[in-house]
């Protein structure tokens, strides 16, 4: 097995910046230079975007970066100790010893099982005691492969630092019942006199590496402490095996620390139980246990329903202690969210219809693709066709890319109801969607419908429910009753007012044109490059794929829309790659790696590929990147450029009118955004860049 950790992963008390991005950045660099990713940024932008779900700190000066990601070739452990501690979001400060999880996105369970037992050993006092006290790069990879059990000397001719690490290595496996379940020892809470406490909980975290399994020694270790025998199942990339039921029927109380859907979730329904994401069963282990009893000893205590399915993120608001409107705008983001390939793959197909077929093919695709095949082409079809193939093949891509589009609204519903409630909440939510397309309600009678399917759904799994009939709730009576209630309130009450608010929306953007089309284009332009791709550059976006449903020959403003709203997200990563190139010496090498990357995504309409630059200077790029993007959208719009596919930047130049005007929109805004970006480097709060060479980019 190939070595997780070496010398050349290792940085001893190194300055590597003031926040995580940087100091994730670094390690990042260690793991491709040493062989063992194809790329630094693929790998900072997969650890990156983990960190911004959930913050990696740990108490104790401790913070483990993780991801998995398909840059990284061997499993890998890269770590820090930071002369300059950075906070990485844990309640007692800064951290100085950093620990860099790289796992591959196929890693084998052996690894994964190590690397797991990495995170359970950082919470032990005496092995970061040990880390703190090593002289060497060396002696920090015997400290983690002994407390890994890959290599154990005596301890005596080892050293002390040696000899704590193992004892942590041994301490960190004592309280392993079955792969992927914890046991406290209800025993000595027995011995003593105490009466003893049962307690199950789940763990889980995105990724399933590190905090996982740090949650579940936490739980156990507070629990061991207060006399409580508690029990964990950690669901988790080392395996996991579930709780007998035999002891969650004995449990007083079930605890959640998880940021993912709970598998199973049903076999504990009827318990009282908390839920909170997995890192603070790492920080508040104690709490949460304390919790657990007290909402068990609340005869009108939250208990889990029948109808619970597992999903941690369409628990409520205050389980996960999100507010009403953090909820509500997790539950659009994930409509949105999984509403998009839909409407991607629909719109680049239509796209690559018309391309075939010609732009007239609208008038013959139905035809063609029921009367014709391959051995009947057609003798029908517009002067813009490649010919009889390409007619009949450009009709039936047509028709895919018309049919994938036709699920737009039904997924947006679908996918808001499954938020919301779980697996109960899609098939009401893809019904009441269908409903709203029926009716002409459109993107907003999808929103809509959605909410109602998805409240109502969770409501019914809310109520008491007998055992026998528990099985059926989720699958039969909650979406039969769910989809009652929120189509029939569409066709009944709301659908005919939110077709009328769509119709007036659409009459609107038919009758754009002059100074009312330009400002359009500036908020749509300010919005996509607000975020790069964050909750703001998305609503842009899905407003304005989600008109394409509705543009028509007659009704041209959606395509408009859509290809000022493309060319300004082209903008941020474009400017910054452009920036690079002007001003070598105000980025540093690493930034200008990141430029030579950002040309390619930027042209593919990637606005993530400015994030990196963004995150290292967020007041001076984002501004910069929102004015240009801005003039984008506002020139995008006053020379009518229409685009008919809704992503791919210019490989879908064949889908843009005006190619030409539209391009120049993109580079009158790139300019403006790399010329903004330099100045404020140059003469707003100047920094110098960091002098240290970078390991180079491969795209």
């Known amino acids: 097995m190939t070595e997780l950790i070496a010398p050349e992963l290792v940085e001893l008390d190194a300055s590597l910046g003031t926040a995580p ?4 950045r670094h390690l990042a660099g260690l793991v491709a230079g040493a062989g063992r990713a194809t790329e630094v940024e693929g790998l900072f932008a997969d650890a990156y975007a983990r960190e911004q779900k959930t913050a990696t700190g740990v108490p104790g000066g401790i913070a483990i970066p993780h991801c998995r990601s398909a840059a990284v070739t061997v499993p890998s452990l890269a770590m820090a100790r930071l002369a300059q501690p950075v906070d990485f979001g844990a309640k007692d400060g800064p951290a100085d010893l950093v620990f860099f999880i790289a796992a591959p996105e196929g890693a084998d369970q052996e690894h994964l099982k190590l690397l797991a037992k990495l995170a359970r050993s950082l919470i032990k006092k005496d092995f970061t005691a040990a880390l703190r006290a090593a002289q060497s790069r060396e002696d920090i990879v015997a400290l983690v492969n002994e407390a890994l059990g890959l290599s154990v000397p005596s301890p005596t001719a080892a050293g002390p630092a040696h000899a704590a690490a193992a004892a942590t ?45 740090m949650a579940a020694d936490s739980l156990v270790a507070a629990g061991k402490e207060k006399g409580i025998d508690v029990q964990v199942e950690t669901q988790g990339s080392a395996g996991s095996t579930p709780l007998p039921t035999s002891v969650i029927d004995a449990a007083d109380a079930v605890v959640f620390a998880v940021d993912v859907d709970v598998r199973g979730k049903e076999r504990f329904a009827g318990k009282p139980y908390v839920q909170s994401p997995v890192k603070r069963g790492i920080d508040e282990p104690g709490v949460m246990l304390d919790e657990a009893l007290a909402v068990a000893a609340d005869p009108n205590g939250r208990r889990i329903t029948a109808g619970a399915s597992g999903a941690a993120s369409s628990a409520s608001g205050s389980e996960l202690g999100e507010s009403g409107g953090a909820k509500l705008k997790r539950a ?52 813009q066709a490649l010919g009889s193939l390409g007619a009949y093949l450009g009709a039936v891509l047509f028709k895919i890319g018309g049919l994938s589009m ?151 403003a959606p395509y408009h829309i859509m290809a000022a709203v493309m060319a300004a997200g082209m903008v941020p990563p474009l400017a910054m790659a452009l920036a690079t190139v002007l001003d070598h010496k105000n980025f540093n090498a690493t930034e200008h790696e990141n430029g030579k990357a950002a040309w390619l995504l930027g042209a593919s309409f990637i606005s993530e590929g400015a994030i990196p630059f963004a995150a290292a200077d967020p007041f001076r790029v984002i501004p910069a990147s929102m004015l240009g993007g801005a ?45 903004a970006v330099i100045a404020l480097k140059r003469y707003v709060g100047r920094k110098a860049p960091e002098a240290e060479e970078a390991v180079p980019v491969t795209v």
């Open 21 to 24: 991005a940087d100091v994730i």
């Open 169 to 213: 290595a041994g301490g960190a496996s004592l309280h392993t019942a079955a792969s992927g379940t914890r046991t406290a020892g209800a025993d000595d809470s027995a011995a003593a006199g105490r009466p003893t406490k049962r307690i199950v909980a789940v763990t889980a975290c995105p990724t399933g590496i590190a905090h996982t399994y």
């Open 332 to 383: 659009l983001l994930t409509g949105v969210s999984y509403m998009i390939p839909f409407v991607a793959g629909g719109g680049l197909l239509i796209a690559l219809g018309f391309l075939l077929g010609g732009f007239d093919i609208t008038k013959y695709a139905d035809n063609i693709v029921v009367h014709n095949s391959l051995l009947n082409l057609p003798t029908e079809y517009g002067p």
């Open 406 to 556: 036709g699920f737009l609204v039904p997924a947006l519903a679908g996918y808001i109801g499954y938020a919301i409630a779980d697996r109960p909440g899609i098939a009401p939510g893809f019904v009441a969607g269908a409903v709203a397309g029926f009716m002409g309600a459109g993107f907003l009678g999808g929103i809509v419908g959605g909410l109602l399917a998805g409240y109502t759904a969770h409501w019914l799994a809310s109520l008491p429910a007998p055992r026998w009939l528990r099985g059926l709730m989720p699958v039969a009576i909650i979406p039969l009753v769910a989809s009652i209630i929120a189509s029939g309130l569409m066709f009944l009450v709301l659908g005919g007012p939110i077709a009328w608010v769509t119709k007036v929306l659409n009459d609107w953007l038919t009758g754009m044109s002059g100074a009312t089309a330009v400002v359009l284009g500036v908020i749509l332009g300010l919005m996509m490059c607000f975020d790069l791709g964050g909750p703001v550059n998305k609503v842009a976006y899905a407003f304005a794929v989600a008109g394409l449903s509705a543009a028509s020959e007659t009704n041209a």
């Open 631 to 675: 003039i984008t959208g506002a020139l995008s719009m006053a020379f009518n450029v229409s685009s008919k596919a809704p992503h791919g930047g210019i490989f879908v130049f064949f889908a843009i009118d005006n190619f030409l005007l539209w391009v120049i929109s993109i580079a009158v805004g790139v300019v403006v955004s790399a010329l």
